[in-house]
C-alpha cells in the first residue's frame, strides 16, 4: 500500500492557470542543459550583475556577523533610505513606518493580497499581465476579473472600461506600471483617475512598480504621486530588474500605518524577517548605484531599439517598442495561428526560446514575450534564427 495524502486546494490554486506558460522556457532549459546551442529569450532574469561594490559591501556585512534575526518591519536602515526616496521622487509624505521589507516584490505582492481579499472577492486586473500574478489571485480565492489594455495603442489603460468592470465583489484593482510584459506606462492623470475612483468606492488600489527604475524616454510616475488620498493605495517596488539583485531577493511595501500592522502580522507568521546582511545591501545600493542604474537603463534602451529595428525588418512581425522594462511584445498574427504555436516551433526548428503570449492574457494570445536580457550581439544571432524562421513560415 502507497502512501496517498492529499494536497491542499491552496496548493492546487497555486499552480495559476497560465502555468504552462513556462513549458517552452523550461523544454529550452533542458535542451541547453544537454549541451545545445539554445538561446533563452524567455525569462526576465538580467544577463547583467550587481554592482561589485554592493557585492563587497554585503561581504564585508557578513563578516560583522550581520546573520541574525531582522526586525519584524525590516531593518530601519533600510526603509529609511526607501521612505527617502518615496518622499523625494512623490513629493509625499513617506516614513519607515510606511515600509514593509520583503523578500522580493513576488513575496510582497503575496502578502498584500493575503491581506486584503477573501475567497470569493474579486481583484480586477488589466490584461496582459505578468504570469506570476495569477497563482497569487488564485491561491487566496479570489475571482479575478481581466481588463484588455489597448494593443493597437502601444497597450494603453482605458480607465473607464476598468472601472465598467467593477462589481459589489470588487475588492482590489492592481496595476502594472511600468508594465510586463508590454513595458507600458499608465499617465498620471489615469493615475489620479482611478485613485479617486477607488476612493470613492472604498476599493483598494495596488500598483507593482519594479520596473519604475528602468524607463526610457518617459519618466515614471508613482500612484503616490498622482493620488489624492492614499489611505487605500499600496505600491510595491523593489531592487530585482534596476539593481541587477533578482537572486539577493528584497522588495518592499509602501503603505498606510494602519495597514501596515496587519502585513505585519502575516509576514510574521511567514517569512518571519529578512535576511539582514542582504538588506544592509540594498541600502548601500539604493544609496550608491546611481551611476550603474544609469548604465542599466541605458543598456536595455540601447537593446529595445536594436530589437525594434529588427523586428521591422522581417515581413509578417510587428511590434510597438515598449517604454520601459526589459521585455517586447511581439505580434506573430501575421504568421502563425498563434503565440504558442509561434514559440513552439521557434524552439524547435531554430532553438530560440521565447514565451507564448498567452500566458500573460487573452488579449496577447497573437503575441510573443522576447526578453531583453542579453547583449546586442546575442539578440543579433537570435534575431537571425528568428528571421529565417519567418521566412520558413511564409515560404520567402
Request: charged letters at 20%; hydrophobic letters at 40%.
Amino acid at each position: 500500500m502507497s502512501f496517498q495524502g492529499s494536497i491542499s486546494n491552496i496548493a492546487k490554486r497555486l499552480q495559476g492557470e497560465s502555468s504552462s506558460v513556462w513549458e517552452v522556457h523550461d523544454k529550452a532549459c533542458a535542451m541547453a542543459a544537454r549541451g545545445e546551442d539554445v538561446i533563452l529569450l524567455s525569462v526576465g532574469d538580467p544577463d547583467l550583475d550587481t554592482h561589485p561594490d554592493t557585492v563587497d559591501y554585503a561581504i564585508q556585512q557578513l563578516k560583522k556577523g550581520r546573520t541574525h534575526y531582522a526586525p519584524g518591519m525590516g531593518e530601519l536602515s533600510l526603509r529609511e533610505v526607501i521612505a527617502d526616496i518615496e518622499s523625494r521622487t512623490s513629493k509625499r509624505q513617506c516614513g519607515p513606518e510606511n515600509i514593509l521589507i520583503c523578500p522580493g516584490a513576488t513575496n510582497a505582492i503575496y502578502t498584500v493580497m493575503s491581506c486584503l481579499l477573501n475567497v470569493g472577492d474579486e481583484v480586477v486586473v488589466a490584461d496582459p499581465m505578468y504570469v506570476g500574478y495569477f497563482g497569487i489571485f488564485d491561491s487566496v480565492g479570489s475571482h479575478v476579473i481581466r481588463v484588455p489594455l489597448q494593443t493597437n495603442n502601444n497597450f494603453e489603460l482605458d480607465v473607464d472600461l476598468l472601472t465598467a468592470a467593477v462589481t459589489d465583489k470588487t475588492r482590489v484593482i492592481f496595476i502594472n506600471t511600468p508594465g510586463n510584459p508590454a513595458g507600458n506606462m499608465i499617465k498620471p492623470a489615469q493615475l489620479r483617475q482611478l485613485a479617486e475612483y477607488c476612493y470613492q468606492k472604498n476599493i483598494w488600489l495596488v500598483s507593482d512598480e519594479v520596473y519604475s527604475m528602468i524607463t526610457f524616454e518617459e519618466k515614471h510616475t508613482s500612484l503616490l504621486a498622482a493620488a489624492e488620498h492614499l489611505d487605500n493605495i499600496i505600491v510595491i517596488d523593489g531592487l530585482s530588474k534596476s539593481h541587477s539583485m533578482t537572486g539577493w531577493r528584497l522588495g518592499w511595501i509602501v503603505a498606510s500605518v494602519a495597514l501596515q500592522k496587519e502585513l505585519l502580522n502575516f509576514a510574521s507568521a511567514t517569512i518571519f524577517g529578512c535576511c539582514q546582511f542582504v538588506q544592509d545591501a540594498g541600502a548601500f545600493a539604493l544609496k550608491n548605484d546611481a551611476a550603474y542604474m544609469a548604465e542599466i537603463r541605458q543598456a536595455y534602451k540601447i537593446r529595445r531599439d536594436y530589437a525594434a529595428e529588427r523586428i521591422a525588418t522581417i515581413d509578417g512581425l510587428h511590434c510597438q517598442p515598449p517604454k520601459a522594462g526589459m521585455f517586447m511584445m511581439v505580434d506573430v498574427s501575421a504568421v502563425a495561428a498563434d503565440g504558442e504555436a509561434f514559440a513552439k516551433g521557434l524552439l524547435k526548428q531554430e532553438k530560440v526560446s521565447v514565451l507564448p503570449g498567452s500566458g500573460f492574457g487573452e488579449s496577447t494570445r497573437d503575441y510573443v514575450r522576447v526578453s531583453l536580457t542579453l547583449p546586442t550581439e546575442s539578440l543579433g544571432q537570435a534575431f537571425d534564427r528568428i528571421e529565417r524562421y519567418v521566412k520558413k513560415l511564409t515560404g520567402a
